[in-house]
């Protein structure tokens, strides 16, 4: 058997343990239920009120955002992450924190998860014409190259913040993440509300869409917030975290393990001896699992 075919023989095996996993679907049913309560309550709150006068603002939906944000994060940080945003899948997976298999399953999980939130919500309203404030919609004002820009700018602060977050969670920091990453949604609504309607996350609009049928500038949503994401996550791991370093964006680019160049980076040790580290811990591992 070629290299090659033993390497694909190889994954082929991961895939398949994977998915026999009992933590993996804990996690993808974890992002399911975690977008779906996140996108209800943001829905929820951008509802006008019993008179038809539409909620204070931004306000409502950034509070709302916020708390229900670190409330996941409570509840299902451990889980899968709390990730229950398309975007910020696709950053853990440009900057190759999860694999391919895990980033695209979780991503259809969160985008059901929306459209039942959105759904839930829908049958649950006294006056269906409300439900014309669940749809982020591009102001009349503004272009939607405009509205991209704004939905980038709020997700790159947004996404920043996670990963600085996991950085020092893996540092053992006591800093408050989960509040750090709720504040940070809630400035992101604050600040791009008004003008593209502060998305950030391709499953919240994606749920209304579908439920509304308004499909209006819908690419906005997934465009903005994604490059928004892989550049706030990028940037973070590869010019501002602890362990940033030129060798581990080029490990990142060739598919080399990136772990064993954050350990270089982070203990001072030369490559070769933390390579040979690495070697003798996963060949204990396997004797032990043998």
Known sequence: MTQPQALSVLALRLILKELRSRQFWRAILAELLGTLVLVSTVLGASVPGPAGEAPGGPLYPAVAVGVVIVALAHCFGEI???QVNPAVTLAQLATRK???LRALVYIAAQCLGASLGAGALYLAL??????DHFVNKVPIQLNAAQAVGIEVLCTFQMVFTVFSVEDQRRR???EPGNLAIGLAHTAGVLI???FSGASMNPARSLGPAIITGFW???WVYWIGPVVGAVLGGVSHEFFFARSASR???VACLTCKDIEIVETTSMTGSSLST???NAMRAKHTNKQENN
Do not use: F, Y
Request: aromatic residues 0%; charged residues 20%; glycine residues 8%.
């Open 126 to 131: 006294p006056l269906k014409t409300s439900a």
């Open 192 to 194: 791009g509300a008004r």
């Open 247 to 249: 060798q581990k964006l």
């Open 80 to 82: 899968s992450g709390a």
């Open 172 to 174: 053992e920091c006591t």
């Open 216 to 218: 209006e500038n819908h």
């Open 274 to 276: 933390v390579t040979q």
């Open 98 to 100: 999860v694999d391919v």
